[in-house]
């Protein structure tokens, strides 16, 4: 059973990752630099971090299974 549910965790965190890009790849695909990059890269990662923690909640995760998870799927999301 807890074999299933890290394949199955594996497989959601690598398919959220293929569907969207990185805030580095979006912020170098719009050419942003100085200030302007620093602005899109902290919203970027704050929406992360939000989208992550939503994720870590719907599958009911706790502990140090959801800091683990949401550490992972924030550093996934923003590419660095």
Partial sequence: ?????????????????AQAQSCAVQASDKKLAGA???????????????ACDKQAA???LAGAAKTSFTKKCVTDSVGT
């Fill in 36 to 50: 302007a990059k620093t602005s899109f890269l902290t919203k970027c990662e704050k929406d992360a971090t939000a």
């Fill in 1 to 17: 059973m807890t074999k299933t549910l890290l394949a199955a965790l594996a497989l959601t965190c690598m398919t959220s990752f």
């Fill in 58 to 60: 719907d599958k009911k």
